[in-house]
């Protein structure tokens, strides 16, 4: 969607409270280093920026820190404006004239709720008639790509955090072919979740959970060793917790008796995610589930990829787009 730049290359993971990125000077993934900067309160509302002027202040800082001055980036769309729309296209269509058509057809057979999207297409099965589109307001990744010009940085790339992770979870051979996976991304104040089997992704939703940020005081033990701990009440925010986990099962039943009529069901639950609870998260879906769990943590991510862990999954995931 941006002019593409062969040359090193920045992949940037953008929250309310962190940002991250892997700063790749080959195309050797495990080669990238890793860097992130704690975001105070008030510049991002979600994952959209709030204040645009400190957050320039802010990339400026770690653009000089980081070293990354004109290198090409890419970045993430914010999850709570993505919309994932399935679509049927003429069979004999290419992949890559897919784009195309669906921009032909928006306003006719295809009907988004906002005006300008930016638009991107999954065709996990080509020729077979069927894809999938993900769209989003054009506004806030604009405003980051403008924001990133500014710093005499290059935008390449505005992806789908949730492809991103499929796309690691691909790369780290956690799928079996046959299996239905329900995907579940956790962070300090919110949940991706995603259903995804043999190569299609079926369902996407983000859902945030109500915490504030001020209560989650940013610590640094030892070189880029960046955690939160929270200063507020731990059982009302493990309530929230609970809440979402029960969510995941309405979910779960939505996929199997709404959109399945009984016939197809989630075969296995994957946890991942940067969320300071995530002990706790997993034991909890142990005790509330018999779904088959399998949970990525730091040991997995650094058996195949040593210098990072498990938070910089989904940024994996954007390093290795190319190749997927």
Same mark, same amino acid.
């Given at each position: 969607?941006?002019?593409?730049?062969?040359?090193?290359?920045?992949?940037?993971?953008?929250? @309310? %409270?962190?940002?991250?990125?892997?700063?790749?000077?080959?195309?050797?993934?495990?080669?990238?280093?890793?860097?992130?900067?704690?975001?105070?309160?008030?510049i991002m509302e979600g994952d959209m920026i709030k204040d645009e002027m400190a957050f320039f202040e802010l990339l400026k800082?770690?653009?000089?820190?980081?070293?990354?001055?004109?290198?090409?980036?890419?970045?993430?769309?914010?999850?709570?404006?993505i919309m994932m729309k399935a679509f049927e296209h003429p069979k004999e269509l290419e992949s890559s004239k897919l784009k195309g058509y669906v921009e032909m057809e928006l306003g006719r057979t295809i009907h988004l709720p906002f005006t300008n999207p930016l638009i991107d297409v999954y065709d996990d099965l080509p020729n077979d008639g069927e894809a999938t589109l993900f769209a989003a307001p054009s506004e806030e990744v604009t405003k980051m790509a403008g924001i990133?010009?500014?710093l005499t940085l290059h935008p390449t790339h505005a992806d789908v955090k949730a492809l991103s992770t499929i796309r690691f979870l691909e790369e780290s051979k956690s799928f079996v072919i046959g299996k239905i996976y329900l995907i579940t991304d956790w962070s300090i104040n919110g949940i991706n979740i995603s259903i995804y089997?043999?190569?299609?992704? @079926?369902?996407?939703? %983000?859902?945030?959970?109500?915490?504030?940020?001020?209560?989650?005081?940013?610590?640094v033990q030892g070189e880029q060793n960046l955690?939160?701990?929270?200063?507020?009440?731990?059982?009302?925010?493990?309530?929230?917790?609970?809440?979402?986990?029960?969510?995941?099962?309405?979910?779960?039943?939505? %996929?199997?008796?709404?959109? %399945?009529?009984? @016939?197809?069901?989630?075969? @296995?639950i994957i946890i991942l995610g940067d969320s300071p609870e995530m002990d706790y998260i997993v034991s909890q879906m142990h005790a509330n589930y018999d779904t088959p769990i399998q949970y990525i943590d730091d040991d997995k991510v650094q058996s195949i990829y040593p210098k990072m862990k498990a938070k910089y999954i989904p940024l994996i995931g954007l390093g290795l787009k190319e190749a997927f």
């Open positions: 969607m941006f002019k593409k730049k062969k040359k090193r290359f920045v992949v940037l993971d953008i929250s @309310e %409270y962190v940002i991250r990125a892997i700063v790749m000077n080959t195309s050797v993934i495990s080669e990238g280093e890793v860097f992130e900067h704690s975001l105070a309160p008030g800082e770690v653009t000089q820190q980081w070293g990354i001055k004109k290198a090409d980036v890419r970045f993430f769309v914010p999850d709570s404006s990133l010009d500014d089997s043999s190569g299609k992704l @079926e369902f996407l939703r %983000y859902q945030s959970i109500e915490t504030s940020l001020l209560e989650w005081k940013p610590r955690s939160f701990e929270f200063d507020g009440d731990l059982e009302d925010y493990r309530t929230q917790l609970i809440d979402q986990i029960a969510e995941i099962d309405r979910i779960l039943n939505f %996929y199997r008796f709404s959109l %399945y009529k009984g @016939e197809r069901a989630v075969t @296995e």
